[in-house]
């Protein structure tokens, strides 16, 4: 058996190698042109039902694509690459699924062949003929909760533990040892036959500009080959948290009491820290505005090592032990704080579920809100939307119509106001009952404030004096939600007894989408508007959206569907459309919401029931064909 110090100098010896490796004298273009010949004979043999020699084509291009990857290549090149591997991927699913063994075969199958290729298979025997060292050097085998976890939420924390991207979650080690939807990423005793090695050696993970370096990756492979065994006390508790990162013998560190970012530290980022390191030319270039911007650090690096307090920069300046003590020119943060500043990082420094994007003063309010009653929160509201109407229209005090779950202002007549607070009532009940949500508790805690404009005119004079944007031409209503507020916007003059009903209920459905989970702007947005068509099925309204979405030109690229801040009437047409093609089986988009409502992340319960997250179904929207018109 090999000795843990061996499979150092394994791994070491692979990634440290010349950036040129084993397949050096390999030509990319004929391996580009080798994969895709194979690729096109596999499908033209599964047409045909010729399996055996199908999955004979399928490991040909397996083999020809483990060569590619060995090989330096530029950034344009590499996503033709990603392109080859979807190709083969969904030739290996269509193959596993004809001979019903599902695309856990496929994935096995997958890695005996990469196991078997020439680039690993030299690496394996090299380090064994370059190393002998005896039992007595053996170090002792890495652990999970100490030495591997950090690691994992460092460099995949955004994509795999805060969401579930390509169907693969890191969110608990339980989820980690399932691994992705096409089977394991971890094999047990043998790093080099695991996935989870071979797309970070090969530089595909992680994404987003992320590296792993050479000492992590050798840390991870030496825990697999002793066993990928799991130390901790709980294999669901969530990754970076206390339950999860304790190993099973040390009872006193299970009694740390975990410390919530957005509770314990945020409020004293926010006083202490933001008059030096916000937005604009924050000092360091180090901007502390939201959780997002701190994790990624200024020009001295990264301020967090999550799991290395002693090694985190943020920590030595909070205590004066590098360079000028911080917060500067300020009192210093208590030594309660600073401990406390600690104790997250030596945590895995978690999210604690927050947007990890959203100001943090405002992901601040947002949890200060979520303490509050449904009466206490309705109050706060009020007073905030007393504020705005004085804002926008300082000469015209505000008129309020308050019902259970509403309150409507509105510069318009006391008939309309009590027609919408009316309409709103019926349309959440009918929106509870479509998407078979409970009714034992408010669908919205705290009232959603719904402001109804006598003109569109009004409402862009509310939308450049409280939200200061340019309204867009033709949009006459959304919804926001930021902190503890939460409103909706609607013009309803003119509006007839046909069309109100379908107007207020796609505000309504969307500021109570927005209150679900971080679900996004952009899909709440057309969510709102496919669940108001199958409220008001009947509605002339809804026959205009319909209309509106058979005439629609493609989108310029996935970001004008996924912008927050871009809220034109053709991109509210498109959301609507794409998630309207989602709703076909409406069961399935019931348990979307429902997982939701249940506080599960955005992008992870997406992926669970439609196989993308929200930035892959905007891609592949954004590449659809034109309608025939």
């Given amino acids: 058996m090999r000795t843990a110090f061996k499979i150092i100098l394994a791994v070491l010896a692979i990634l440290c190698a010349a950036p040129t490796p084993a397949y050096a004298d390999d030509d990319p273009a004929e391996l580009f042109e080798s994969i895709d010949r194979s690729l096109q004979r596999a499908n033209q043999l599964l047409r045909s039902k010729k399996n055996d020699e199908a999955q004979a084509a399928l490991d040909d291009a397996t083999e020809s694509l483990a060569s590619l990857r060995k090989i330096a290549l530029p950034d344009d090149l590499r996503a033709e690459v990603e392109g080859l591997q979807k190709r083969l991927t969904t030739a290996e699913r269509t193959l596993a699924k004809r001979k019903g063994t599902g695309s856990k075969a496929a994935a096995t199958a997958r890695s005996k062949t990469k196991e078997a290729s020439p680039a690993r298979t030299a690496a394996k025997n090299g380090a064994t003929n370059r190393t002998s060292a005896p039992n007595q050097d053996k170090p002792p085998a890495p652990k999970f909760s100490t030495d591997v976890a950090p690691i994992l939420i460092a460099r995949c924390g955004n994509c795999h533990i805060n969401a579930a991207s390509g169907g693969l979650s890191m969110a608990n080690f339980a989820a980690l040892a399932r691994g992705s939807r096409d089977g394991p990423i971890i094999t047990p005793g043998a790093s080099d036959a695991s996935r989870l090695v071979e797309v970070i050696f090969t530089g595909k993970m992680p994404r987003g500009g992320g590296q792993v370096s050479p000492e992590e990756l050798a840390m991870i492979s030496l825990w697999i080959n002793a066993g990928a065994r799991f130390d901790g006390t709980d294999p669901t508790a969530p990754l970076g948290?206390?339950?999860?990162?304790?190993?099973?013998?040390?009872?006193?560190?299970?009694?740390?009491?975990?410390?919530?970012?957005?509770?314990?530290?945020?409020?004293?980022?926010?006083?202490?820290?933001?008059?030096?390191?916000?937005?604009?030319?924050?000092?360091?270039?180090?901007?502390?505005?939201?959780?997002?911007?701190?994790?990624?650090?200024?020009?001295?690096?990264?301020?967090?090592?999550?799991?290395?307090?002693?090694?985190?920069?943020?920590?030595?300046?909070?205590?004066?032990?590098?360079?000028?003590?911080?917060?500067?020119?300020?009192?210093?943060?208590?030594?309660?704080?600073?401990?406390?500043?600690?104790?997250?990082?030596?945590?895995?420094?978690?999210?604690?579920?927050?947007?990890?994007?959203?100001?943090?003063?405002?992901?601040?309010?947002?949890?200060?809100?979520?303490?509050?009653?449904?009466?206490?929160?309705?109050?706060?509201?009020?007073?905030?939307?007393?504020?705005?109407?004085?804002?926008?229209?300082?000469?015209?005090?505000?008129?309020?119509?308050?019902?259970?779950?509403?309150?409507?202002?509105?510069?318009?007549?006391a008939d309309r106001r009590t027609q919408v607070a009316k309409l709103a009532e019926t349309e959440l009940t009918k929106i509870g009952k479509l998407l078979k949500l409970a009714s034992d508790a408010p669908l919205v805690k705290g009232a959603l404030v719904l402001f109804a404009f006598g003109s569109a005119q009004d409402y862009d004079d509310f939308v450049r004096a409280v939200e200061e944007r340019e309204p867009s031409e033709g949009v006459n209503g959304h919804a926001r939600a930021q902190g503890a507020d939460l409103y909706a916007c609607l013009v309803v003059k003119g509006e007839s007894g046909e069309t109100l009903p379908a107007l207020v209920a796609e505000q309504v459905a969307d500021g109570f989408l927005l209150t679900l989970s971080n679900v996004p702007p952009w899909f709440a947005a057309g969510a709102a508007r496919t669940i108001a068509t199958r409220v008001e099925p009947k509605s002339p309204l809804v026959k205009k959206w319909n209309t509106e979405i058979q005439a629609l030109s493609p989108v310029a690229n996935a970001e004008q569907l996924l912008s927050d801040s871009t809220l034109d009437r053709e991109s509210i047409a498109h959301r609507y459309a794409l998630v309207q093609s989602l709703t076909r089986k409406l069961p399935q988009f019931q348990a979307l919401v429902a997982a939701f409502a249940q506080d599960q992340d955005f992008d992870a319960a997406l992926t669970e029931a439609y196989r993308h997250d929200g930035r892959e179904l905007a891609e592949l929207w954004s590449r659809r064909k034109p309608a025939a018109k």
């Fill in 241 to 413: 948290q206390q339950p999860a990162m304790a190993p099973a013998n040390d009872p006193s560190a299970a009694k740390t009491e975990d410390v919530l970012f957005v509770r314990d530290l945020a409020p004293a980022i926010v006083a202490s820290c933001l008059d030096c390191h916000k937005n604009d030319q924050p000092a360091g270039e180090l901007r502390l505005t939201s959780f997002a911007s701190l994790i990624e650090g200024g020009a001295s690096g990264k301020v967090v090592e999550p799991g290395r307090p002693r090694d985190s920069l943020l920590v030595k300046r909070l205590r004066g032990l590098d360079g000028t003590r911080m917060p500067k020119d300020k009192a210093s943060l208590s030594s309660d704080v600073i401990a406390r500043f600690e104790a997250w990082i030596k945590q895995g420094a978690p999210t604690g579920g927050i947007d990890t994007a959203m100001p943090l003063s405002l992901a601040i309010e947002r949890y200060e809100a979520a303490q509050l009653t449904h009466e206490e929160l309705t109050a706060k509201r009020r007073a905030s939307a007393e504020k705005m109407w004085t804002r926008a229209f300082p000469d015209a005090p505000a008129k309020v119509q308050q019902t259970a779950n509403f309150l409507v202002f509105g510069n318009v007549s």
